[in-house]
């Protein structure tokens, strides 16, 4: 499949974003939240700051102020757009919660805990997307506390991932520091690019991660957990922890050039182990449309530098995440010693380097052959108690080394940059999960950010042995 090439955002344009972004990804908005100390009596000077970094910004980068929405034309029905006008702005909404919130001397005490992001305030989602109602392709919530500030970012799935991210927040410290646009030119642009290096590369591929239209499937497709309360915790894992589990990994792998385990590669199967056997204790087989329990892995990853497409990929623009699927190679249970943590780790490296431009080629073709992409759905089961999705994709995007402080925005002190990156949610609904969440470059720990039914993640905090690889835990 072709996507043809478009002249630059004009008046009133509407542009068709590519296929993949049709589907799953099309429903929902990727929210990290950064905390910063403020003067509060700088708090107005500050926010009229951040609106003129914004709309300097929306100047640079029109598809940053655009707006998604389903377009109602004959030959375009179904398709999800991005519709620019020449007086976009970046919406910024404003919350004074002094009152309402902790202090920022509270939430640095208790180190950022992740229940203190989740609440009605930070609700903002693609539930009304349709002919008639678009909805931001980028938003920003402020929220005034005493002694600080949250800046929540809200960025539409459809339109941006992990290194979208790291490309907004980079041109936002570059404009806040004083940097003219050529400073920026280097960051991709391109909205659109040719999918098409594989003709029919679809014909013959699985989907492991989709349920296509018209198949049957036995197992329940609406709420996974039924009601049963679901929590989250940040768990902090050192650095230098995790760096010699990844060299006895290797040791027990045979020691060879190409056997060295990743860092992230190394902490997702650490957490699919142990959030398994949790949910195992805890749940009992609670949800018994969860079955069959195989154990996988799915992990969500960025193809930019796996397929080139001739070089296109550089310049791309957009979301380029594509979710993979590791199964237990040996079947049966999970366990923690070395050697079947070897193996896992082993068993995701390979999956991973199974992406490439047929790969990708494929799901385009895939999306772009529905009707309406949005019957393609998703095949992951957070019900599932030996599944989990480890999402690495935040962890660079750059967020957490953002400077903003330090002078260069009115009222913001410390450093330079946040003193914590989190995620927001309007409540905990996600269930299966962990995010590793952006960290400074110079952090020595891992924040890894889980998401399970209450009960199981109890169980997890009690489990001894990955406790031991835990430096603390923020509830």
């Known amino acids: 499949m072709s996507t043809p090439a478009q002249s630059p955002p004009g008046p009133n344009m509407e542009l068709v974003l590519p296929a993949s972004s049709q589907g799953t990804a099309s429903r929902w908005y990727l929210n990290p939240v950064q905390v910063w100390p403020l003067n ?30 389903i ?89 941006f991932d992990g290194e979208g991210m790291r490309v907004v927040f980079s041109m936002i410290g570059s404009i806040a520091a004083g940097n003219g646009p050529l400073c920026r030119a280097h960051h991709p642009k391109s909205l659109f690019m040719n999918f098409a290096a594989e003709p029919g590369a679809a014909d013959n591929a699985v989907f492991p991660e989709y349920i296509l239209p018209g198949t049957r499937v036995s197992r329940h497709l609406g709420d996974p957990f039924g009601g049963i309360p679901l929590g989250s915790a940040i768990f902090q894992l050192r650095k230098d922890d995790i760096q010699k589990l990844q060299e006895l990994l290797h040791k027990t792998a045979g020691g060879g050039d190409d056997s060295y385990p990743s860092a992230w590669a190394t902490l997702a199967v650490l957490a699919w182990v142990h959030t398994s056997k949790a949910r195992r204790r ?41 979710t993979t699927i590791t199964t237990n190679p040996d079947g049966g249970r999970l366990d923690d010693s070395p050697a079947t943590l070897s193996r896992l780790v082993a068993a995701v490296e ?22 309406d992409p949005r019957a393609v759905r998703t095949a992951l089961d957070p019900a599932n108690r030996n599944f989990l999705l480890f999402d690495g994709t935040w962890q660079a995007h750059g967020g957490a080394d953002m400077a903003l402080g330090a002078g260069l925005v009115p009222g913001l002190l410390g450093d330079g940059r946040p003193a914590a990156v989190r995620r927001a949610s309007a409540g905990w609904t996600v269930g299966g999960r962990a995010l590793l969440l952006p960290g400074r470059i110079d952090s020595p720990v891992h924040e890894l950010m889980v998401m399970l039914p209450k009960v199981s993640l109890m169980a997890l905090y009690r489990d001894g042995d990955w406790m031991r690889w835990v430096d603390q835990a923020l509830w």
């Open 350 to 371: 390979h999956t991973l380097s199974q992406v490439d431009e047929k790969a990708v080629s494929a799901r385009y073709e895939l999306f772009a052959a529905q009707e």
């Open 282 to 322: 805890a749940e009992k087989k609670t949800l018994p449309y969860a079955a069959p329990e195989t154990a996988q892995l799915a992990v969500p990853t960025n193809w930019k530098k796996r397929a080139a497409f001739g070089g296109q990929s550089r310049d791309y623009f957009g979301n380029a995440n594509l």
């Open 71 to 159: 377009s109602h034309g004959q030959q375009q029905k179904h398709q999800v757009v991005l519709a620019m006008t020449p007086n976009d702005r970046i919406p910024l909404d404003v919350q004074y919660a002094e009152n309402e919130m902790q202090t920022f001397a509270q939430l640095k005490y208790a180190g950022f805990p992740p229940s203190a992001f989740v609440g009605p305030r930070f609700k903002f989602d693609c539930a009304h997307m349709n002919e008639t109602h678009g909805v931001p392709a980028m938003r920003l919530l402020a929220v005034i506390l005493e002694g600080g500030i949250v800046l929540s970012w809200h960025f539409h799935h459809g339109l």
């Open 40 to 69: 509060n009596r700088s708090a107005r000077l500050c926010i009229d700051h951040l609106h003129q970094i914004l709309d300097t910004l929306a100047h640079e980068r029109p598809e940053t102020a655009g707006t998604i929405k």
